[in-house]
């Protein structure tokens, strides 16, 4: 048993995690790190309290505030559970996957490396760096099985399938590799189907928990496939039960890869499940059926000899004893469970992003703007809206707009000029956050992920900086003109940046929608960033490249608008602004 021991989990506010936390908070000092990227975890946040485990909410691809933290902690044990767990979400946003499974990986390792203090790291990677395999499997008895094998050892083909399968295989060798070249003492679990109790399950993940769910709330559900694909399952408990021995016994698996589920004695098809589901609660599953997924393997069982030779650990709890006891948990939490089911359909269905571009005159330039911006909602998963606001153009400026369905059209309805066009999109914006980028094609719709994954980390405000991401319109008294201001900026209100005037923002929506808005031109760049500072919100800044306007004139000019900006960066250190009477969340 381990006892007395720091032990800092990341994820640990997701299922595993979470069970994880409960366990060894028993024994020893727990800390916690999780995003908070999903809905509900503010109640595992309580619990955790309520039990002395420290939380704290952090991305692992910030570097900066990892390492901070990690030397705050210094830790003896690490069990690594943060991760983007869902293969249709790594599909369609694989940078995303990218940065938070193996970017977020490789950080914490090079912490443990560099760290006067070696911790252990158990490491969750998973059964998807095999592959689908379909040379092995065959189908018998209405289940698919793997013809000559009872399952899966460490020794099979590794074949990343998928971005998913991708960013957490080479994380998964990267473990490997830092115990041999660098001796961190670190171990890897490419885990099956694991389910249990504070699982909630989704369509795309957690497909155990998912279909109880669906069963005791009587909900339909839809089967990606024929049904009778089949995994090996096992209970939370034995897993966690396994880090434990694992940690305690490092010497015997540090460096290694262990299979790790039910085995071939605890297998369940997902029609056998949906037949137990039907059993127990006395009701049949409303059922459809799809195609099969992209990755989704028909069979996986792992073969759990190696970690039963060397750790003398097994599964105690069979299928139907496990899925018998995570009915029996849904069942006594069916309020929270709806809370955050309903919670999950309101976020699909609320914008999450308000995107605003001003535009004067800018025929030449938007069209590729909005071909940018338009390639950038296909492949996104955020909920976008395009707001263009046309600040009285006097060429085809409205007409190339209207030309693009996704893009809804308005004038300015205050005093033309850049600050004025802003707030007549603004106060239009339903997304919980507001971007807000130029007509002339100088801004990179690419960058917009980076800024609104970092706003999402504080709900303040991010700047796209060109002194960081660079700029082909840097002019010397331009370059000159914007040092001086930023510089300023910060002398007055207490918060150097490096491009804080830069027109492209993304910021929460309280930061525009808490106060009455006055500017009428570039000055408003000021106004926002003050405001944020006003409710006590971060700013923070992400690189950006700034191109060559497309076409035109450039409509900002250091000399003309520099006294505008200073005289604004002054009289906003006095002024109290009149707050809105009421906000909008």
Request: include cysteine; charge should be neutral; hydrophobic fraction near 35%.
């Amino acid at each position: 048993m381990i006892r007395d021991k720091k032990i800092l989990i990341t994820g640990g506010l997701g299922f595993i995690g979470f069970n994880a936390a409960l366990h060894f908070a028993k024994n020893n000092t727990v800390s916690v790190i999780d995003n908070c990227s999903r809905i509900g975890v503010e109640h595992n946040i309580q619990q955790l309290s309520e039990i002395g485990v420290g939380f704290e909410q952090i991305d692992l691809s910030q570097f900066r505030k990892l390492r901070n933290y990690y030397y705050s902690c210094q830790p003896d044990i690490i069990i690594h559970m943060a991760a983007q767990v869902a293969v249709t979400l790594s599909i369609e946003n694989p940078a995303l996957d990218y940065q938070t499974n193996l970017q977020g990986s490789f950080n914490l390792l090079e912490l443990a490396r560099t760290c006067h203090k070696t911790p252990i790291i158990l490491y969750a990677s998973t059964n998807k760096v095999y592959g689908q395999k379909e040379q092995n499997v065959t189908k018998e008895n209405g289940r698919y099985c793997l013809r000559g094998m009872e399952g899966y050892s460490e020794d099979s083909q590794l074949d990343f399938e998928t971005p998913y399968g991708c960013s957490k295989g080479a994380a998964d060798q990267y473990f490997i590799d830092y115990c041999r070249t660098y001796g961190v003492p670190t171990v890897v679990f490419r885990q099956s189907c694991i389910y249990g109790p504070h699982q909630f399950g989704m369509e795309d993940q957690g497909w155990l928990a998912w279909f109880a769910v669906c069963a005791d709330s009587k909900m339909p559900i839809t089967v990606f496939g024929d049904g009778d694909q089949v995994r090996d399952v096992l209970y939370v408990d034995d897993l966690i039960k396994l880090y434990e021995k694992a940690a305690f016994n490092i010497d015997k698996v540090k460096g290694q890869a262990f299979n790790i589920g039910g085995g071939p004695n605890n297998t369940l098809s997902l029609n056998e499940l949906i037949c137990q589901l039907n059993k127990e609660t006395g009701h049949e599953l409303a059922v459809s059926f799809s195609d099969w997924r992209l990755g989704d393997q028909k069979v996986y069982v792992s073969d759990i000899n190696k970690v039963e030779r060397l750790l003398d650990w097994r599964p105690k709890v069979p299928p139907e004893e496990g899925v018998t006891k995570l009915l029996s948990w849904i069942q006594g939490k069916r309020q929270n469970i709806a809370d955050i089911y309903r919670k999950q359909k309101e976020r699909k269905e609320k914008v999450d992003v308000s995107i605003v571009i001003p535009a004067r005159n800018e025929e030449e330039c938007l069209a590729s703007v909005l071909d940018e911006v338009g390639l950038l909602l296909e492949n996104s998963t955020y909920r976008f809206e395009v707001v263009v606001v046309n600040d009285r153009s006097t060429d085809r400026t409205a007409e190339v707009a209207a030309g693009y369905p996704f893009a809804k059209l308005i004038d300015n309805i205050y005093s033309p000029g850049k600050g004025g066009a802003l707030r007549s999109g603004f106060d239009i914006a339903e997304g919980e956050y507001i971007a807000m980028m130029d007509a002339d094609f100088s801004h990179d719709a690419a960058d917009l992920p980076y800024l609104i994954e970092e706003v999402s980390l504080h709900k303040g405000l991010v700047v796209g900086s060109r002194l960081t991401g660079g700029s082909e319109e840097y002019t010397r008294i331009r370059a000159f003109g914007n040092v001086i201001l930023t510089w300023f900026f910060g002398f007055v209100h207490g918060r150097y940046m490096s491009d804080v005037l830069n027109g492209f923002k993304v910021f929460h929506r309280d930061v525009y929608h808490d106060f009455e808005y006055t500017s009428k031109n570039f000055e408003i760049e000021v106004e926002l960033a003050v405001n944020s500072l006003r409710l006590k919100r971060p700013l923070t800044e992400v690189p950006s490249r700034e191109r060559a306007r497309m076409a035109g004139k450039m409509k900002s000019s250091a000399i003309k608008h520099g006294p505008l900006f200073l005289g604004r960066i002054i009289y906003e250190r006095f002024r109290i602004p009149k707050q809105k009477s009421a906000t909008r969340a």
